[in-house]
């Protein structure tokens, strides 16, 4: 393996690399991190030292030269996904991209296509769609427990850049950082509702808007998000918040809201599906709940928090029975258990590019409906 880009998500990928066979021990490949990228000055060394990469460089072109590494990890930064993306694909190697590919549609679908004329296989990083509490809420809907979904709502709310002293970073660049919360939160959210739905994003009506519009340029370096007391004042040049009302190809409808100046909130993503025959309803800051409400009475019905456990996506890879916590970092090693296998059996498995173009077709729609002023359709194919 190897891995380009090391910060937060980078050591993400580097740590279930790490952890894969102790969860999967039939996987049939046993993953080595043979190579490590990135261009902070002692990053890659630091990583090499830490997690036992046999090489490390500044330069992922010479990573991508090493005859070892067979499968990369691109975990840069939007603006380069593209680029990397489809420099992987070209040297042969299987990609394992972090969403949402880039900062265009087209940036999706060309590292799609050099996927697939290379004859590689591509993973995406959709991790929530693996939550075993979401996998379970996926098959419920499918087997018509909730009866025809008439209605949903899908939420992705953060502060992490809430605070008016954060750091003018990339993410805020239209260039670099692409479409801002679209890209970053609200693409979970699309994947989401295909997800559980089994539905396409038909139609959209969105708003967006900018609510923290300047921010101060560091001097230098940062990680994370910074907070500054001083800098030079740079514009935000893309979107905070983005609502919208979907319709699906199923009929259904959905409200979607997503930010990242939600003061007070903190990774609160979640759903509600409501059907014609029930309700199902989660939280990621209770990974491993699912409120289920299923029968035959349209009213008065009751709702219980159902505690998932074996049987429920991959739980049984991690714990014993319900109520023992699971983690987004073991979501990352589901995420890896999907790219080794698709390697290993020549056939994708889990998140593909098809899906991050699917997203990304749908992120434009949602661009092109806030500046309309209108309703959007999302084009097919």
């Known amino acids: 393996m190897g891995v380009i880009g090391f910060g937060w998500m980078g050591r993400v990928h580097a740590q279930a690399y790490a952890r894969v066979r102790h969860h999967f021990p039939d996987l049939g490949v046993v993953p080595q991190l043979v190579a490590v990228a990135d261009d902070v000055p002692g990053r890659a060394e630091q990583a090499a030292d830490q997690f036992g990469f046999a090489s490390a460089t500044t330069d992922w072109h010479r990573l991508l030269a090493d005859p070892r590494v067979e499968l990369v990890s691109v975990t840069a930064p939007n603006w380069l996904h593209r680029e990397l993306g489809v420099a992987v694909a070209e040297a042969g190697r299987h990609l394992w991209i972090e969403k949402p590919v880039g900062t265009t549609v087209e940036d999706a679908r060309a590292v799609a296509a050099a996927v697939a ?5 591509g993973t995406v990083g959709f991790n929530y769609r693996h939550v075993p509490a979401v996998a379970l809420a996926r098959r419920l809907v499918a087997a018509g427990e909730v009866g025809r979904v008439t209605h949903a709502r899908f939420t992705f709310l953060s502060d992490y850049a809430a605070a008016p002293g954060g750091a003018f970073t990339w993410r805020y660049e239209r260039a670099r950082g692409g479409s801002g919360v679209l ?11 295909r997800h559980v739905l089994g539905a396409e994003i038909a139609s959209v009506l969105a708003d967006t808007a900018v609510f923290v519009p300047e921010r101060l340029r560091p001097a230098g370096p940062t990680s994370g998000h910074t907070l500054v007391a001083d800098g030079v004042p740079a514009q935000v040049e893309n979107d905070d918040y983005v609502s919208a009302l979907l319709r699906l190809s199923s009929g259904a409808r959905v409200v979607l809201e997503a930010s990242r100046v939600a003061v007070g909130e903190q990774n609160a993503y979640g759903f509600e599906v409501h059907g014609t ?3 199902l309803a989660w939280d990621f800051r209770r990974m491993g ?3 289920v409400s299923s029968g035959p009475a349209p009213q008065d019905q009751a709702v219980s928090t159902l505690l998932v456990g074996p049987g429920a996506g991959d739980y049984a890879a991690f714990q014993p029975g319900p109520g023992n916590a699971m983690s987004y970092d073991d979501l990352k090693v589901v995420e890896a258990r999907d790219a080794l296998t698709s390697v290993a059996t020549g056939a994708p498995h889990g998140a593909e590019l098809v899906d991050a173009v699917r997203a990304a077709t749908v992120l434009d729609a949602l661009e092109a409906s806030a500046t309309a002023g209108g309703r959007v359709d999302v084009p097919t194919g």
């Open 289 to 291: 709940e699912l409120q």
């Open 117 to 121: 004329t290379a004859g590689v296989q």
């Open 183 to 193: 890209g970053d939160l609200a693409s979970h959210a699309v994947d989401l509702v």
């Open 277 to 279: 025959a029930g309700r």
